[in-house]
């Protein structure tokens, strides 16, 4: 089996990862803030300490602007939930996924924001982001990478041009955030989305929003935080008054093995990644039936394509049957097809990572040209 599917999971998991999570559910077991006998106290050091390697991670000073969530779909909308008024306008780039478009799209139904799809034009820094921006705009939200085309759509130079219109970022880090260290604090990041369980290397079940400054938004959910139990809604501590509910722990913990593992091997897996990137075009793009949607090398390994007119689910089904796993459709990114021009076709996705090989690529690579 040959798997190419890491922008929806990656796999497998470093073995650090996977000892990490035994160790917790096997020695540990008890969760944060539910005890104060010894076991539970253990449960909320650990818990300070992975709240720490995040915070270590994406370069934010405070660890207690942390937020764990059970995946980036939820810390998004937390955020957007939150933080958006009525009035509000959002500025938006074209590769989001529906974990922003549809909160987004929900709000806007409800009467409360208006948002606005920026051209692709902005993100190649040919056009300027102050024609789209309004005076009631309080958001820009850019994906880190596209979970489409693996192009890198955020820029520090984005940034700085909303930020010279007084408008906070939201960076969604769902996809390349492993691959790409990203210093919240040097990029001016205000806000940022996270999710374990793809570059991050980590397991389904933990995410994460994290902020420069404190977050003063109201919570998306109500519930037991295993602190002042006396009151009739969340108290006003924090991270604690977005974390109702009991923490999925053993996956948090699995978290700070896989952060500490991608600053111990950062150089290494770019290193393949980006050798990879290479062989995957030189193999891929002399094939003439074969249109690539983004062919810049500056890129996460996540590379998306079409072969002739032949439907994307059949080229899927195709390598399936080989056991190749690899996606097809529109990939939770309807505004992506429609900057590219895919909308009607949907397009295959390939998702290398650090763990796939050239003798990998030379497979599936036979097996397109078969088909042609
Ligand atoms: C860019 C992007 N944002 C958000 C998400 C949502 O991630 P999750 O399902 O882990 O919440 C994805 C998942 O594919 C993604 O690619």
Same mark, same amino acid.
């Not at 922003?100 to 409360?112: Q, Y």
């Not at 604690?240 to 996956?251: I, S």
């Given at each position: 089996m040959i798997y190419f599917d890491n922008a929806a999971t990656s796999r497998p998991k470093p073995n650090e990862v996977i000892e990490a999570f035994n160790y917790y559910i096997t020695e540990v077991g008890t969760s944060p803030g539910r005890g104060s006998y010894g076991l539970a106290i253990q449960a909320s050091r650990m818990l300070y300490q992975a709240r720490n390697t995040v915070a270590r991670f994406f370069s934010i000073s405070d660890p207690s602007n942390v937020v764990f969530t059970k995946n980036s779909t939820e810390a998004i909308n937390l955020f957007l939930?939150?933080?958006?008024?009525?009035?509000?306008?959002?500025?938006?780039?074209?590769?989001?996924?529906?974990?922003?478009?549809?909160?987004?799209? %929900?709000?806007?139904? #409800?009467? /409360? &924001?208006?948002? %606005?799809?920026?051209? #692709?034009? /902005? &993100?190649?820094?040919?056009?300027?982001i102050d024609k789209h921006a309004r005076p009631t705009t309080s958001l820009l939200i850019l994906t880190l990478a596209s979970n489409l085309t693996g192009q890198i759509v955020f820029s520090p130079k984005l940034v700085e041009a909303a930020h010279s219109l007084g408008i906070p970022v939201l960076v969604d880090a769902s996809q390349g955030a492993g691959k790409k260290l990203i210093d919240m604090e040097k990029n001016g990041i205000d806000f940022l989305a996270f999710t374990g369980h793809k570059d991050l290397l980590a397991l389904p079940g933990v995410g994460g929003l994290l902020s420069q400054k404190a977050l003063r938004i109201a919570p998306l959910i109500q519930g037991g935080t295993g602190i002042h139990g006396e009151s009739y809604v969340n108290p006003q501590a924090f991270p604690?008054?977005?974390?109702?509910?009991?923490?999925?722990?053993?996956?948090i913990w699995a978290l700070k093995a896989s952060l500490e593992y991608l600053?111990?091997?950062?150089?290494?897996?770019?290193?393949?990644?980006?050798?990879?990137?290479?062989?995957?075009?030189?193999?891929?793009?002399?094939?003439?039936e074969v249109t690539i949607y983004n062919k810049q090398y500056e890129r996460v390994p996540t590379f998306c394509f079409n072969i002739k007119d032949i439907p994307s689910s059949t080229v899927v089904e195709m390598l399936s049957k080989q056991q190749i796993c690899v996606r097809g459709g529109i990939h939770c990114a309807i505004k992506a097809h429609e900057a590219i021009g895919t909308v009607g076709t949907g397009a295959v996705r390939v998702s290398l990572n650090y763990t796939n090989t050239k003798k990998e690529i030379d497979e599936f690579i036979n097996i397109i040209k078969e088909a042609i």
């Open positions: 939930n939150g933080y958006l008024s009525v009035g509000d306008h959002v500025l938006i780039s074209p590769y989001e996924h529906n974990a922003v478009l549809r909160p987004l799209e %929900t709000l806007k139904n #409800k009467g /409360v &924001i208006e948002y %606005t799809v920026l051209p #692709k034009e /902005v &993100i190649d820094g040919k056009e300027e604690d008054a977005y974390e109702a509910g009991t923490l999925n722990m053993p996956a600053e111990a091997h950062l150089d290494s897996i770019t290193s393949k990644e980006t050798e990879l990137i290479r062989y995957f075009f030189e193999r891929l793009e002399p094939i003439k």
